[in-house]
């Protein structure tokens, strides 16, 4: 959830359209997979589902958009992003706080495996904690559940207040992907490990950042 600078709440959600009892049995299923919404509230009490929404574009699963996060430029624009199993992060753009979005497309400064990325401005910088290869090409071993690993995972830095990470950045013509790459920063390059699910936490002088780690075992979740 983000707090905008009009001190809106946004919270982005991938909409799977089910619900379950307390006995977990289904009450409720809706073909809704591959959707994000984004709910707001502007008291954080009373809560409601912005018009716009998000769709993937692919009807299999197996590209299923997932786990979004929003991040407000300081122009007002809003950027999403969300995981996928198609290699990259996706995103799209709002520039009227999230009542329309365009359409989502390849993220190529963000090449993924289907796993999280973290954004989140630190004083001057953005700052954007993702897995960069989107399979682990050195080792044939897979998570636990059959994906693959989650290695290695670095930290991309912009001083552009997000502009050059999202879709509206420079393109990599001319050098673009070359000076977009001085400024990632590797934090685990063991390709026999996975790492994932970062949180960003702003200090004083810099900031933090901590994550997952599979420590030896085929479960990334630890």
Not at 76 to 85: A, D, E, I, N, P
Not at 111 to 134: C, E, H, Q, W, Y
Request: aromatic share 12%; net charge negative.
């Amino acid at each position: 959830a983000v707090v905008t600078k009009s001190g809106r709440l946004l919270w982005p959600m991938s909409y799977h359209g089910e619900r379950y009892d307390f006995n977990g049995k289904c009450t409720l299923k809706i073909n809704h997979t591959n959707e994000m919404i984004v709910l707001y509230s502007d008291d954080g009490v009373n809560w409601g589902i912005l018009p716009g929404r998000v769709k993937s574009p692919f009807a299999s699963t197996a590209g299923n958009f997932a786990e979004p996060g929003v991040y407000e430029h300081e122009d007002g624009k809003l950027w999403m992003w969300m995981r996928t199993g198609m290699g990259h992060q996706y995103d799209t753009l709002s520039s009227d706080g999230g009542e329309t979005w365009l359409s989502p497309e390849p993220n190529l400064r963000f090449p993924s495996p289907d796993s999280p990325m973290r954004v989140k401005k630190i004083g001057d910088l953005t700052a954007a904690v993702f897995n960069p290869v989107p399979y682990n090409p050195l080792r044939s071993d897979t998570e636990l559940w059959q994906s693959p690993k989650r290695t290695p995972i670095a930290c991309a830095l912009s001083a552009d207040d997000g502009v050059s990470l999202n879709r509206r950045g420079v393109s990599f013509v001319n050098g673009g992907l070359k000076e977009y790459g001085k400024h990632v920063y590797l934090f685990e390059d063991d390709t026999s490990e996975s790492y994932c699910y970062p949180a960003v936490i702003g200090t004083k002088d810099g900031f933090l950042v901590s994550y997952y780690n599979s420590a030896g075992t085929a479960a990334c979740l630890r």
